[in-house]
């Protein structure tokens, strides 16, 4: 099989691999979202110029920042039980939630530093704090779309994990290169959708200021 012979098998499958993107686009709005608020609080304490809120502060930035991501997403995996007990009942825990508390951690590091450089800007009567702000968090924000995809060696359920399921019944390389090629195509276009974005927004931000 050709490249592009298994091209309409693999576009036959888009349905089900648009919601596996769906599930990467969950697990980076909920670990943009989670991580931004713990982040810029964190930043406002280094910021605040109290010794004892400074080192505290400043020690789980760096934890957070510099722990890899890849290497929180097997921790998560192995001592997040994947059952709960609640009221008696018995619910599976999502491998997306493990794999967005493994993300989340990044994101705090580099939010709390941000927020850090936000604060003291502003604070020296300095413009453009929040337009640079708002750019490198959409920036990041790219990142972090594309780092959900290492969520498939957990086994969750999104596009590159959806991806190698049909290759597996599929099978050739041919048709491996094809869907891969397929499915980098949904983040390419993922982030010209947010540059165009970044763009927008970081105009409209800086007439404000």
């Not at 888009?14 to 930043?43: D, H, K, Q, R």
């Not at 930035?61 to 001592?79: D, E, G, K």
């Not at 594309?146 to 049909?166: F, H, L, W």
Request: proline share 3%.
């Amino acid at each position: 099989m050709t490249p592009l012979d298994a091209l309409p098998e693999i576009l036959s499958h888009t349905g089900y691999l648009a919601g596996g993107f769906g599930i990467n686009m969950l697990i980076s709005v909920v670990s943009m979202s989670v991580g931004t608020v713990i982040g810029v609080a964190i930043g406002r304490l280094r910021h605040a110029g109290f010794r004892s809120l400074e080192v505290p502060s400043r020690f789980a930035t760096n934890i957070c920042r510099n722990v890899p991501s890849f290497v929180l997403l097997f921790y998560m995996a192995s001592m997040i039980p994947s059952e709960i007990t609640v009221a008696g009942s018995i619910h599976a825990v999502p491998l997306w939630i493990k794999a967005t508390l493994a993300l989340i951690f990044p994101v705090i590091g580099f939010s709390s530093d941000q927020s850090l450089g936000y604060f003291a800007q502003r604070e020296a009567g300095l413009s453009g704090a929040r337009e640079t702000f708002v750019v490198a968090w959409a920036q990041y924000f790219l990142i972090i779309i594309m780092a959900s995809a290492t969520a498939s060696v957990i086994g969750a359920d999104e596009i590159v994990g959806r991806a190698n399921t049909i290759i597996a019944q599929s099978g050739g390389n041919s048709f491996l290169i094809t869907m891969y090629l397929y499915v980098s195509i949904w983040f390419i276009l993922s982030g010209l959708i947010l540059t165009s974005v970044i763009r927008t927004v970081s105009q409209r931000v800086s007439k404000i200021e």
